[in-house]
Structures are given as structure tokens and as C-alpha cells.
């Protein structure tokens, strides 16, 4: 990879000549006292779907729906990153951005938006980043439903030891995905989520742990007036565990990965956007959501030039919602091979499968038509700075 010499300077060449050193991604300039790092990437996708019934397609980058059976994107992003020194530690401070255009996103000329942004100095981060609940990430094109989700938040991490770190947050709102229409830059802590995680590092494994806690507020539901003895807010929360298990013994590279998640009036924890707890500002809720997800995956390399990840991922979603009681299973997978014939360059194909089954158990109507299953193929080309 191309990358500008590293400039001598009184403090910077050695924490930035390390990081450049140990990242096999973006392109590193120190000027003066900043390590600074550009990011950048450019990608185009082939979908092609077959469906048995009423599950969509696909879903567009920029959170937009297609019932189509074929879909394309092209997509580029790119991302600054800046790191400096100082007496009290580390200064850092992140911003990212995208543009996508995908079959029928509803747009002509694509969609542009920030994906995140962050400012952190000697443990405390300010910013639109991952939630304290995200653990599992994976190289997939199919999505899978996974706490990995992001949300504004004021977040502090401490170091225990070498190993174990523990972090304690406030977010403004509940997570979303990073190129959802809600505004990133604004905190609103009307209704907070407080977040605690511990995560141990050690070269045997990763473990994570963490828990979220929050006001869920149902007061707007439209059917309010009619009942008025139901309570309009009720406790939510949420805990996760992870764990991350290099298998060096299969491969140098290989890593086997997992997540589970369970969650109460706290559902989008659960990494899902499909799912019952939208119907709670439709249909009153008399009782907590309450539901479960989990997700493993395993990484492979085959040589330097291939590699291929396997994950599956479930979710159960049920609510106690007037006159219904509806429960909502979704099961993903998705298996792909990468062939990387230079550096930073990449061609994959994909197949993956999801299978959503909704029982409405009582009245039917928000929910008729929703089940379904669907086989997903992809093509993939990308460049990466």
C-alpha cells in the first residue's frame, strides 16, 4: 500500500509510524504534531433475489426498501481520522461519509450522508459511533441481526489492567443504522440509555459483557385516549455477551466470533429494524416487547489471496400489543469468497438466505403478508485506499 513517508518531528513520528505500521488500511501523513488518516473506498454490487412470498428483497444502503429480484449499488465512502498527543493523552477525532446509489432507493442521483462522527480525549468520547452493545462485525453483504448499531453518545472507557477495560455511556436516543435519516449531531437526552460494557483482551480470546437501561416512553401512541388506565412508560433494558476465539490452528488468520443478545421495551439492541417494537407507536402496547437475538460467524483464510466468512443469525421479537399478541422469527445466513488478486483490491460472490415468519395471534392486519422466505445471490467488486 502507497502511504506518504512519515515526517520526523518532535512527537509525532513515533506514535504515527507505529499506527501506519500496524494497519493495513488508509494512507498515514503526520503534519506537525497530528498523525492524521485518510480512509477511502469505492464498491459495486449485483443482487439477485428469488422469494417465496411477502419478505423484502433487499434492503438499499441507504435504508431504503426494493421489492425487486434484481438490485444494484455503487457505493463510495471515505473517512478522516486525526490523533495527537497531548499532556492529558490521546486526542482523537473521527468523521466519516457515503454516497450510494441503488436500484429503486427512490432517488435519481444517489444519497450522500455523514455515517459518523467522534471527538475523544484520554478516555471520553463524544460523537455518533457504535453503540456500547456492539461486539460481533463480520464481512457480509446479507444482513445479519447484530447489536452492532450506532447512536449518539457520550461514552467513558478506563483501563483496569493490560487486559480488561470497562466503559460507562449515556445515549441520547435508541440505535439506529449509520445512514438512517435521524439527526447525528444533536443529543436529546430527554429519554437517556444509560450503557455499561467490560471487555477482556487477552491473545486467546475477546470476551465482551453489556447492558443498557431505559425510560421506554409509549405516550404517543394514537390510540392513548382510549386507554386510559395502560401505563405510557415502562423500564426497558437490555444485556449482551460475545466472544471472540482466534483458531490459529486451523489457519493464521481464522477467528470464530459470537454474540446473544435479550432485551426488554429495548428491542432495537436486538440489530434489527424489522421488527415488532415499530408497532408499539400504532397499536397501544398493554405488555413489554421482549425478545432475543444471536449471531456466530467464522472467518477462513484459504491463501493470501482468498478468504471466505460463514454467519447465521436469529432473532425473535414477541408483543403485547391490543387485540394481538404477535411474535416475529427471523433467521439469516450467508456464506461468500473473496479473491483479492492485488492488494486493496477485492471481487466477492455471496449467497444468503433469510427466512421471516410473523404470527399475527389476533388481529391481523399491520401484519398480514410479512412472512416469507428469500434466497439472496451477490456479486461484489471493491477498492480500497
Known amino acids: 500500500m502507497a502511504r506518504a513517508e512519515v515526517p520526523v518531528t518532535p512527537r509525532a513520528p513515533g506514535f504515527c509510524q507505529d499506527a501506519a505500521e500496524n494497519d493495513d488500511s488508509g494512507a498515514y501523513f503526520a503534519i506537525g504534531e497530528n498523525c492524521i488518516k485518510v480512509s477511502g473506498s469505492i464498491s459495486y454490487t449485483y443482487q439477485q433475489a428469488k422469494q417465496s412470498a411477502g419478505v423484502p428483497r433487499f434492503v438499499n444502503r441507504n435504508g431504503t426498501v426494493s421489492q425487486n429480484t434484481v438490485s444494484r449499488t455503487a457505493t463510495a465512502s471515505t473517512g478522516l481520522e486525526v490523533r495527537r498527543q497531548t499532556s492529558l493523552g490521546e486526542f482523537k477525532s473521527t468523521i466519516g461519509g457515503e454516497w450510494s446509489k441503488s436500484t429503486d432507493d427512490g432517488t435519481t442521483s444517489g444519497s450522500a450522508y455523514f455515517t459518523g462522527w467522534s471527538v475523544g480525549l484520554a478516555g471520553l468520547t463524544v460523537g455518533y459511533t457504535g453503540t456500547l452493545m456492539g461486539f460481533w462485525e463480520g464481512s457480509f453483504l446479507t444482513s445479519a441481526s447484530s447489536p452492532g448499531r450506532s447512536a449518539t453518545s457520550v461514552v467513558y472507557e478506563h483501563a483496569l489492567d493490560e487486559r480488561n477495560k470497562i466503559a460507562v455511556g449515556i445515549e441520547s436516543s435508541l440505535p439506529t443504522s449509520p445512514n438512517a435519516s435521524t439527526d447525528i449531531w444533536s443529543f436529546d437526552f430527554s429519554n437517556p440509555v444509560y450503557a455499561m460494557r467490560w471487555r477482556r483482551e487477552t491473545d486467546a480470546f475477546t470476551t465482551h459483557v453489556s447492558g443498557v437501561l431505559r425510560r421506554a416512553d409509549f405516550s404517543r401512541s394514537p390510540l392513548l385516549p382510549f386507554l386510559p388506565d395502560t401505563a405510557a412508560t415502562r423500564t426497558g433494558w437490555a444485556l449482551s455477551?460475545?466472544?471472540?476465539?482466534?483458531?490459529?490452528?486451523?489457519?493464521?488468520?481464522?477467528?470464530?466470533?459470537?454474540?446473544?443478545?435479550?432485551?426488554?421495551?429495548?428491542?432495537?439492541?436486538?440489530?434489527?429494524?424489522?421488527?415488532?417494537?415499530?408497532?408499539?407507536?400504532?397499536?397501544?402496547?398493554?405488555?413489554?416487547?421482549?425478545?432475543?437475538?444471536?449471531?456466530?460467524?467464522?472467518?477462513?483464510?484459504?491463501?493470501?489471496?482468498?478468504?471466505?466468512?460463514?454467519?447465521?443469525?436469529?432473532?425473535?421479537?414477541?408483543?403485547?400489543?391490543?387485540?394481538?399478541?404477535?411474535?416475529?422469527?427471523?433467521?439469516?445466513?450467508?456464506?461468500?469468497?473473496?479473491?483479492?488478486?492485488?492488494?486493496?483490491?477485492?471481487?466477492?460472490?455471496?449467497?444468503?438466505?433469510?427466512?421471516?415468519?410473523?404470527?399475527?395471534?389476533?388481529?391481523?392486519?399491520?401484519?398480514?403478508?410479512?412472512?416469507?422466505?428469500?434466497?439472496?445471490?451477490?456479486?461484489?467488486?471493491?477498492?480500497?485506499?
Open 241 to 385: 455477551a460475545g466472544m471472540k476465539i482466534p483458531t490459529p490452528f486451523i489457519a493464521e488468520d481464522d477467528e470464530f466470533s459470537f454474540q446473544a443478545t435479550y432485551a426488554v421495551d429495548a428491542s432495537s439492541y436486538l440489530g434489527t429494524t424489522n421488527d415488532l417494537v415499530v408497532y408499539q407507536s400504532i397499536v397501544r402496547s398493554l405488555g413489554p416487547t421482549k425478545g432475543w437475538s444471536a449471531v456466530a460467524s467464522f472467518h477462513h483464510a484459504w491463501s493470501e489471496q482468498f478468504e471466505s466468512n460463514i454467519f447465521a443469525s436469529f432473532v425473535s421479537v414477541k408483543a403485547e400489543l391490543l387485540a394481538a399478541k404477535p411474535q416475529s422469527d427471523t433467521f439469516r445466513t450467508a456464506v461468500n469468497l473473496y479473491w483479492k488478486p492485488v492488494a486493496h483490491l477485492k471481487f466477492g460472490v455471496e449467497l444468503g438466505y433469510v427466512d421471516i415468519a410473523i404470527e399475527p395471534n389476533g388481529f391481523a392486519g399491520y401484519f398480514s403478508g410479512n412472512s416469507g422466505r428469500s434466497y439472496i445471490g451477490t456479486l461484489s467488486v471493491s477498492a480500497e485506499l
